[in-house]
């Protein structure tokens, strides 16, 4: 499986983006769709996720400063994942990529990232 994540750029502090991963290849194994986030100098992190077959989502337990502005969701039909990032603050400045995982399993394979930068 191949993931690219693509939607990211510049804006400005109170806005919105919405971030696409397009999966393309053998998605026989891949079970749910995970987004994360790098900031400058910091670890990746998960945000959240969303399976293929039933659209569960779930999202990361902090910071609570995601809760209630991020939205994933998917569109079957274009094997893509989209992530909805409202209300944007300096904080949300990071690289957002997409990862894969098969069921009962970990994170394992991650696309490129696309780069958001939130500028006050």
């Known amino acids: 499986v191949q993931l690219q994540a693509s939607g990211g750029g510049p804006v400005q502090a109170g806005g919105s983006l919405r971030l696409a991963c397009r999966a393309s290849?053998?998605?026989?194994?891949?079970?749910?769709i995970g987004w994360f986030r790098q900031a400058p100098g910091k670890e990746r992190s998960f945000v959240g996720e969303?399976?293929?077959?039933?659209?569960?989502?779930?999202?990361?337990d902090s910071p609570d400063s995601v809760k209630g502005r991020f939205t994933i969701s998917r569109d079957n039909a274009k094997n893509t994942v989209y992530l909805q990032i409202n209300s944007l603050n300096a904080e949300d400045t990071a690289v957002y990529s997409c990862?894969?995982?098969?069921?009962?399993?970990?994170?394992?394979?991650w696309g490129q990232g696309t780069q958001v930068t939130v500028s006050s």
């Open positions: 290849g053998n998605l026989m194994g891949s079970y749910a």
């Open positions: 969303i399976t293929w077959s039933s659209g569960t989502v779930s999202y990361a």
């Open positions: 990862g894969t995982r098969s069921r009962y399993n970990e994170y394992d394979y």
